[in-house]
């Protein structure tokens, strides 16, 4: 091998023991532990006319909604395992920036049940169709 291998192969090397010791770093010096991570799919139907719902558990559905309308959806979260969770929620995918959420990060106490709203509104240059989106809530102590 020339001396130009070597030091890319050094450098290459070098780079992922750095990456590594960072991570263990972060991992190590994080404050929090994920105890819970919960996927929940979200999705709508926009079409021209007419309603509908969706009363699936599994999922959050806004239903079927025409251009302009505003559906609003509701969750509970309770624990009872530990004194104080702190909960971050995400929301990513092809409806994401149509949704609000009431709370995005709060702590959830030992016993008290936390109602979150998601409120779509459709915006008034969406196309007819079927959307998805995935809502995220971590849970850390």
Known sequence: MDKESNKSIKFILASIVVILMVMLL??????YEVV??????MS?????????????????SFGKLTIGD????N???YQD?????KVKIRKQGDIA??????DRVFNLDRGIKKNVSF???????????????TLTIIMYK
Do not use: Q
């Open 36 to 41: 819970d991570i919960k996927i929940i799919n």
């Open 119 to 133: 409120v779509l509104k459709v915006p008034n240059d969406a196309k007819k169709g079927f959307y998805n989106t």
């Open 44 to 60: 709508v139907n926009i079409s021209e006319g007419g309603f509908g719902f969706d009363v699936r558990n599994d999922s959050l």
């Open 26 to 31: 972060v991992r190590w010096y994080s404050p």
């Open 75 to 77: 969750i509970i979260l």
């Open 81 to 85: 395992k530990y004194e104080c969770l």
């Open 97 to 102: 920036k149509w949704i609000k959420v009431s």
């Open 70 to 73: 505003t559906s609003k959806r």
